[in-house]
Every structure is written in C-alpha cells, then in structure tokens.
C-alpha cells in the first residue's frame, strides 16, 4: 500500500503541473475597444489630427492697455455683432484726465479770446493815432504857412521881431506833436503785433492741448473693449476686480464666427508633398467615427512648424513639424464646438 502511495503521489504532482502550464499559456481574451477607431475613407489617404476653430480663428480679445476688469457685458455663448461692448478697464484716472484737458482747452480759448480783443483795441488805437497824426499834421501846415507869411512881413518890417519868434516857435510845438503822435503810432503798432503774437501762441498752444485731448479720448475709448466682428463669445475668463494684462497666457475673451467653423489639420512633414491643394477631406469626431464631416478645402498654410499638442499648453514637448492644412465646413446636424479634435483624412489618390 505504502509502495502504491508513493508511485500515485508523483504521478499526480506531474499531471496537474502539465494542467497548470497549459491553463497559464492561455492568452486572455482581448477586451473591445471603448471608443472605435477612426476608419479610413479613401483608397490611398493622408491624416492627421485636427482641431475645430471658429471661421477666420479663433480671436484672443485681450485689452490694449492693462487694468482692472470693472464691468463685463457679455457671458458664453452671446452672440454680439460688430462694435458691441464685451468689457470695461477701470477709466476713472483717464477720465479725470480728459477733463483735466477740457479745463485747459476752455483756458486756451480764453487766451485766444483776450488776444483777438486786444488786437481789435490795438486796431482802434492804431486808427485813432493815425487820425491824430493827420490833424497835426494839419495844424503844423497852418503853423508853417503862417510861419512863411510872418516871414515876409517881417522882412517888409510889417511885424515885429516878437510876432515872428511867436510864429517860429508855434511852427516847432506843431512839428515836435506830429513826431510825438508818429511815435505813438509807431508804439501801437508795436503792441498790436506782439498781440498777434500772443494769438497765434494761443492758437499753436489749443493745437496742441486738441491733440492731447483727442489722444486721451482714445485711450479712454480703448478701455472699452469692443467686439471686432460679428460672432460668438466662446470663453470669458475673466471677473469683476481681476486685473487683465495686455498679454495674457489666458485670453480673457474668446471669440469667433461660428456659422461656419474651419478645421486645422496637422499633417507630419513627410506627407506634407503628398498634400495637393484643393484636396477632398473628411472629418470624423474622435470616439464616433460614424460622424463624418465633409470638408471644403480652403488652404494650406506656407510655413511648416512644430508641432504641438492640441491642448494649449505652452510648455508642451514638440517631436516632429507639421504642415497645417485648413479647412471649412457648416456645422452638421449632431453637436460640433470650437476646440473639439476630430480625425482628419486627405484624398491623395491623384
């Protein structure tokens, strides 16, 4: 019995350790795929992975002078046209500047004003020295004339030497008011041109504070953050009090037209002579192959780059450069948004 136990025992070690290889060299069946590849449409193909963008890309409205976001007036999905407000920077220091610039603009034009009055009474002055001036005149050719007169009686011993001295020196006093009056003319006109002076001072001194009011305006209009188009809000990432710089990794606004959509398709260097312009393509979303978009070629860009991964992060490794590859298409039926990838395939039969 004991000689029986001991031929049986390894024996049955050997068939269950043959048992135990054979379950162990079955290979596990393989599980399904979650999400069904893309399939190929064409007989010879060309692909890549694409990303959805708005018509004419999609538009980083950032701010073009940094500040603190005081009003938003728009949210997701708005659809805004052309010149509508999608948010404010905090205006109020360029604002107490623009009025700043009105005070002096209203100072000019009263400096302007005074000059323009000084040179009209300038102008009087200058006209009542000039008839002045005649009058004199006048009375020193009455002054002369009797001078001349008084002279020849003199001379006829007709007059005494008193009545000539009187004569002489009434002929002088009228001479000596003339060059007096002369010189106040020319006094008037001296003022009247540095009056004009001092208005085309005023004048050049209103350019310049126009121009600077004009350039503060535009600059308080740019804290106004217009749309540039007609389109879609398609992120705000921005809240009230957050301070927005001029070049943020984030955009604050994205936005785009979306009735169309366009794709951009990377497609690696090595293929990029395959690619011929005016290519048939399609799009097929990733995980539903069965949802293919027929795609309109519109170009290919010139300029091979390289390549990133479609999820925005700058600080991505790039392995290879691609050919980007553009494309348009109308929204479909089922549900498409700007940032979805998608599988795209290229006719290269010709």
Known sequence: MRKLVSILLPLIGIAFAIYWVMVSAKKPAAAPPL????????LKTIAGAGII???GRNINVAPPIPGQVTQIFVKENDVVTKGAKLYQIDDREQRAKLATAEANLERAAAAIATAQTEILNQQAAEASAKANI??????????QQILDRNEKLAQAGDIPNRTMASSVAARDNAKARVSQAEAQLLQTQAQMRSAQARLLQAEADKKVLVAQRNELSVILDRLTIHA???????????RLGEYVSSQPQTPPILFGE??????????????????????KAEAQLKGDPTKKIQLEFVRIDPYILPKKSLTGDNTE?????VLQVVYRFSPPAFPVYVG??????????S
Request: glycine share 4%; aromatic share 4%.
């Open 35 to 42: 999400n069904p590849p893309a399939q190929n449409t064409y």
């Open 53 to 55: 963008e708005a018509a």
């Open 134 to 143: 005649d009058a004199l005149k006048a009375s020193l050719a009455d002054a």
């Open 228 to 238: 540039p188009q007609d389109g879609r809000v398609l992120q705000v990432n921005i």
């Open 258 to 279: 979306t009735n169309f959509l366009q794709i951009r398709a990377d497609i690696d260097e090595i293929n990029a002579s395959r690619v011929q312009p005016g290519s």
């Open 317 to 321: 490794r790039v392995d290879v450069r």
């Open 340 to 349: 979805q990838q998608v599988d795209v395939f290229i006719d290269a039969g």
